[in-house]
């Protein structure tokens, strides 16, 4: 709204579709040997290189098996379990119970316990149920409806550990200064990482105030999530000078972390909901530097975080200008804050944020900046 060149002139919208998701490309080639056993010449011409090792895989498991084709072995329909929803098989039904169990949705294993956890607000066809059991075991969040005047939000703790590095390269960062320094790039990386989330509790806030009612404390088990993430490294001459000028380096790059997240669906067409982030001042990963993280919210990846690395310049450049453009003085819904974050947005230095953007984006800065 701040931009209607952007409305009116912008380029199509990039759709962005993974065919080598491993996770996805299992259930196409599961399906398509049930329904014609797969010749050899058809694998590559179909699906590409990377079936060979997944199909390698399913004939470790039994799924499928070749005989001068690739023969569908397993037992029932193998469409019957494919999610059309998710990239994850396995997931949660959501029954309400004055219904008499009657089914009223499914959650990816993946969001479940952020999305119906004991206690959690689970709005359907506009109504608002209340979970009150959470059977981890069974799969199964059992509701009863409840016009309550609140909403819960989950406070999740979560970390992440690059397995792999695919590709890395450096921006530029700022000219000399005033003080004729010229700082180092950044690194910018993109690969597989593992994500490991735990929902520790949440927060009940009244609707349309906003206002915390409590903080419920949960005991739920931590998940897992193997995808692709994008990273930037901050080299320490920039933490050092954003410390040095009184700007808090946790708040800053976790406010750069939901702005990134907040424009990245500009850039590829996907809700943000369907990307994650984390950021840490100090990573173990990355040499004990300060690094942002921008994951997919499915497993394996399905090429948001590689269109993100793609098109960083663009992305943090647009980031940079949403800090800029927004009136608010200290962050808001706007530009830095995140309906979505763990930590209830807490905490977040806006200033420090654009700080950051524009050292990496080579503006020109003076020494109030």
Not at 195 to 219: A, G
Request: aromatic residues 8%; contains cysteine.
């Amino acid at each position: 709204m701040r931009d209607p060149n952007y409305l009116f002139a912008a380029e199509y919208e990039r759709a962005i579709v993974d065919t080598q998701n491993p996770y996805i490309l299992a259930d196409h080639l599961v399906c398509a040997s049930y329904e014609l056993p797969l010749e050899n010449e058809e694998i590559d011409r179909l699906f590409g290189e990377r079936a060979w090792e997944v199909l390698g895989t399913l004939s470790e498991i039994d799924r499928v098996e070749y005989r001068r084709r690739w023969f569908w072995i397993g037992g029932e329909f193998p469409a019957k379990s494919v999610n059309i929803r998710s990239a994850s098989s396995d997931s949660f039904n959501i029954v309400s119970v004055e219904r008499g169990g009657m089914l009223l949705g499914t959650v990816d294993s993946v969001n479940a316990f952020e999305t119906v956890h004991p206690g959690a607000v689970y709005l359907h066809m506009g109504d608002s149920y209340v979970v009150t059991r959470l059977d981890v075991k069974e799969r199964v969040a059992y509701v009863e409806q409840s016009n309550v005047d609140y909403y819960t939000t989950p406070g999740t703790l979560t970390t992440v550990k690059i397995e792999s590095e695919v590709q890395s390269r450096v921006i530029p960062a700022a000219t000399p200064t005033a003080e004729s320094l010229q700082l180092p790039g950044a690194k910018v990386g993109f690969g597989d990482v593992k994500i490991s989330s735990r929902v520790t509790h949440y927060w009940r806030k009244q609707l349309f105030t906003e206002k915390p009612i409590d903080r419920v404390m949960l005991d739920l088990p931590e998940t897992s999530l193997a995808t692709e993430a994008v990273w930037i490294v901050l080299p320490h001459e920039i933490t050092d000078r954003l410390i040095g000028r009184g700007f808090d380096l946790a708040g800053a790059i976790h406010a750069m972390e939901h702005v990134t997240i907040g424009i990245l669906p500009l850039f590829a067409i996907c809700d943000r909901n369907d990307v994650g982030g984390v950021s840490h001042p100090e990573h173990p990963d990355t040499n004990s530097l300060a690094a942002i993280f921008v994951y997919d919210g499915y497993p394996g990846g399905v090429g948001l975080a590689r269109a993100a690395y793609e098109s960083i310049e663009k992305v943090l450049e647009t980031a940079l200008k949403t800090v800029e453009n927004c009136g608010c003085e200290n962050g808001c819904p706007g530009c830095v804050q995140s309906p979505k974050c763990g930590n209830n947005n807490q905490p977040l230095d806006k200033i420090g944020a654009a700080f950051v953007l524009r050292e990496l984006l080579r503006f020109a800065h003076n020494d109030e900046a």
